[in-house]
């Protein structure tokens, strides 16, 4: 009688969520095909879940209670996918899997953080053992041809250009951003692991780590950008304003369960802690025994958890170095879900999901003074003052506006690579963004024009163009010949230059030469006539602006008197 009524219970959540799903996006409108250039791969957060978890069936993370949002941008004509990281799980982890799914291949944690982690978890008193290699995506690659290129013996010998824009909620914009970090610099402790391996098994260092620690990748070739949707780039105060990190896990869970419903909860949500010996095999009672084994074991206690890796303390460590590639397009969108009182905190705002409303309230009054943010490169940028009050139930504003250190702007309707884009603040709490869970006050239509407002920024660089500086030209006939001699300078970023020529300085001008030099002849001219010149500076993605214009007329009195001194020299 027990089974058959959980077999009831699941069955009327998964009717109930299907047509939260199904109902929501049946108006589809025309699709867009202009737009997929890029494939697009969502990043969620913390408890969140993708396309390779069982959850996905009855309820979407990229959407939640307001639709499916990866249907949507498919009818859109978008190519969308949705990866499954650890919930849990360090951003490290995280990075690991999301690279693994993207490149179908085996879940490589690398060998040095498995050594850091195992001795991390001893100090603080934790039985937990952290295995180097996880779950195999060999025969489902989350899309195709990304990534490196494998000879039939398994050796890597390019890689696909192909890029793909990211786009991280909440944990998921730290991760993306570490990612793209990882895909430039690998690690230099995997590589210096890799190495000792190699000196005593024999054969190529690179054998014997993940081609995601080694480096020298070129991200830019294979990211075209990054979107932080209320991303924690920064820690969040949600850690430490809340006394008990084990109790913010166990009532996050909670509160999933109870939207979702906890007997489907725990048939269908997967904590992916493989690589720690915590898998579904034999836990008839999966999500409790988890919770209650990282409990016993001081799981939370340790470094290598997204609990720490949230808190101000562990983003400080976690994104020193990060960068902005010149040629990675940043997007940032941060959220405020409370007001100012009168005793100058911020409360949360009466639409913000119940289970934020205590977080948010912790958030809106703490202030530390004494605790330093640093940027990227180490330096202290601000500490815990009233600037960070605001939040979205989770998220400082603050923190979700832009990576400390990096080069930013507000949004101008322009965009721009190799800088953090902020956005407007939206009046959203941390759920609102990917649709809401049991939140009557969101709908369809924003969830709908929200993403469409997304997409439309990350569509806004595919037609950008980055100017080259216009050269400088000057033209001369020092040969005293028919000929006129061009030169000009250099410019950085120019692979090549397009010579361009008119009999009158507002005519038509005609390609005369692409030379990769500064300088150039030309033969042709006629004795007697002036002759235009400009020049273009070009790449192989864009141009310059034209040069000045620079003119000369091919006298003959000067090639008459080169002839007459030459033929008076014969004779003298």
């Known amino acids: 009688m027990k089974l058959g009524k959980r077999i009831l219970s699941a069955v009327l959540v998964l009717v109930l969520c299907f047509s939260l799903t199904a109902m929501a996006f049946a108006d589809e409108t025309e699709q867009n095909s202009a737009y997929k250039q890029y494939t697009n791969v969502f990043v969620h957060g913390l408890f969140g879940w993708g396309s390779y978890d069982d959850i996905s069936s009855v309820l979407q993370y990229w959407g939640a209670t307001s639709g499916n949002v990866m249907s949507y941008l498919a009818s859109e004509g978008y190519d969308v996918h949705a990866a499954s990281v650890g919930p849990i799980s360090s951003c490290w982890d995280r990075c690991c899997e999301l690279y693994a799914q993207l490149t179908g291949t085996v879940t490589d944690y690398g060998a040095a953080h498995v050594v850091k982690?195992?001795?991390d978890f001893a100090s603080a008193g934790s039985s937990i053992t952290h295995e180097r290699f996880g779950r195999d995506y060999s025969d489902m690659p989350l899309i195709a041809g990304w990534g490196p290129i494998y000879d039939d013996n398994g050796k890597v010998i390019g890689w696909y250009d192909n890029k793909i824009n990211?786009?991280?909620?909440?944990?998921?914009?730290?991760?993306?951003?570490?990612?793209?970090?990882?895909?430039?610099?690998?690690?230099?402790?995997e590589r210096e692991a890799a190495k000792a391996e190699a000196a005593v098994?024999?054969?190529?260092?690179?054998?014997?780590?993940?081609?995601?620690?080694?480096?020298?990748?070129?991200?830019?070739?294979?990211?075209?950008?990054?979107?932080?949707?209320?991303?924690?780039?920064?820690?969040?105060?949600?850690?430490?304003?809340?006394?008990?990190?084990?109790e913010i896990i166990c009532s996050l869970a909670m509160g999933l369960a109870?939207?979702?419903?906890?007997?489907?909860?725990?048939?269908?949500?997967?904590?992916?802690?493989?690589?720690?010996?915590?898998?579904?095999?034999?836990?008839?009672?999966?999500c409790n025994y988890t919770l209650d084994l990282l409990r016993a074991v001081k799981f939370l206690d340790a470094k290598d958890n997204a609990i720490y890796d949230?808190?101000?303390?562990?983003?400080?460590?976690?994104?020193?170095?990060?960068?902005?590639?010149?040629?990675?397009?940043?997007?940032?969108?941060?959220?405020c879900a409370t007001s100012e009182s009168i005793f100058g905190t911020q409360i949360p705002n009466i639409d913000i999901w119940d289970l934020f409303i205590p977080f948010s309230t912790f958030m809106g009054a703490y202030t530390n003074p004494n605790e330093i943010v640093l940027d990227i490169y180490g330096n202290p940028y601000t500490s815990i003052t009233k600037e960070w009050l605001p939040n979205d139930g989770m998220v400082n504003?603050?923190?979700?506006?832009?990576?400390?250190?990096?080069?930013?702007?507000?949004?101008?309707?322009?965009?721009?690579?190799?800088?953090?884009?902020?956005?407007?603040?939206?009046?959203?709490d941390h759920m609102d963004y990917i649709g809401g869970l049991a939140d009557v006050t969101q709908n369809s239509w924003q969830?709908?024009?929200?993403?469409?407002?997304?997409?439309?920024?990350?569509?806004?660089?595919y037609s950008y163009e980055e100017k080259l500086d216009a050269p400088e030209l000057s033209v001369s006939n020092v040969n005293y010949s028919s000929s006129v001699d061009l030169e000009w300078n250099s410019v950085d970023g120019a692979t090549a230059y397009k010579i361009y020529r008119a009999s009158s300085k507002n005519g038509s001008?005609?390609?005369?030469?692409?030379?990769?030099?500064?300088?150039?002849?030309?033969?042709?001219?006629?004795?007697?006539?002036?002759?235009?010149?400009?020049?273009?500076?070009?790449?192989?993605?864009?141009?310059?602006?034209?040069?000045?214009?620079?003119s000369l007329f091919v006298t003959y009195s000067k090639y008459s008197t080169y002839v007459a001194n030459k033929i008076k020299g014969l004779f003298s």
């Open 117 to 119: 982690s195992n001795a």
């Open 166 to 189: 990211l786009i991280g909620h909440s944990f998921g914009g730290p991760t993306i951003t570490m990612f793209t970090q990882l895909l430039e610099y690998g690690d230099e402790a």
């Open 201 to 246: 098994k024999g054969g190529d260092w690179y054998d014997y780590c993940s081609p995601l620690f080694w480096g020298n990748h070129n991200a830019e070739k294979l990211i075209n950008s990054l979107t932080s949707l209320a991303g924690v780039l920064n820690g969040t105060t949600f850690i430490d304003s809340c006394d008990d990190s084990t």
């Open 258 to 286: 109870n939207v979702i419903g906890p007997t489907v909860f725990n048939d269908l949500y997967d904590f992916q802690l493989d690589q720690f010996g915590i898998t579904k095999s034999g836990n008839p009672d999966y």
């Open 310 to 335: 949230l808190s101000i303390g562990g983003c400080n460590e976690l994104k020193q170095g990060w960068k902005c590639f010149d040629h990675i397009f940043y997007f940032a969108y941060p959220g």
């Open 397 to 428: 504003t603050i923190t979700a506006s832009y990576v400390f250190g990096c080069g930013q702007k507000p949004y101008d309707g322009k965009v721009e690579p190799g800088m953090w884009i902020t956005m407007p603040t939206y009046g959203y």
């Open 447 to 461: 969830t709908k024009a929200f993403f469409d407002d997304v997409m439309k920024n990350i569509n806004a660089t």
């Open 509 to 550: 001008y005609s390609l005369l030469k692409t030379t990769s030099g500064t300088s150039w002849r030309d033969y042709s001219p006629i004795l007697g006539r002036t002759y235009y010149y400009k020049v273009v500076a070009v790449n192989d993605n864009v141009s310059s602006e034209y040069s000045n214009v620079a």
